[in-house]
């Protein structure tokens, strides 16, 4: 008993259990985030802060804001925005959505890395469906008027 309580305080005790193996994390894997996701990370919170919360306050950007009335569905700002949110999801969102298919297709199991990956993935296809709408609207308009 001695020999066992010693060698679990010291680290040297090895007991394999084949069920607990499947999730343990290689050595080789990092923990820690990367300078450059982390820049990233912060430049792309300044630019949406700056985006949604500064520039509507501006003059001269109240024609970005008002994009269905004054330069089309597909405007700068519009564009901006959906370039900064698909690109947040594939930087950040990656390993997320990975996790949630492998604990769907594997596992069977559905947890809160699937709810996050079925809102993210909805919200991208509802701005997709309302961009169709808004074009198809707009293009209705122009033919008609």
Known sequence: MYEYIKKEYSGT????D????????????LEGVKLNKLLWALATIAIFFVCSNILPLVDWFQDFALFPVSSG?????????????????IIFG???????????????????????????VSSLLMTFWMI????IEEASVNSSG
Do not use: D, P, W
């Open 132 to 135: 169709a709408i808004g074009v």
């Open 94 to 120: 990656r390993e997320t959505f990975q996790n949630a298919y492998t604990n769907l297709v594997k596992f069977k199991i559905l947890n809160m890395e699937s709810l996050v990956s079925i809102g993210c």
């Open 13 to 16: 005790l090895k007991e394999s």
């Open 18 to 29: 084949a069920y607990l193996e499947g999730f343990r994390k290689s050595s080789n894997s």
């Open 73 to 89: 569905v597909l405007s700068f700002y519009v564009i901006t925005m959906l370039v900064l949110s698909i690109s947040t999801m």
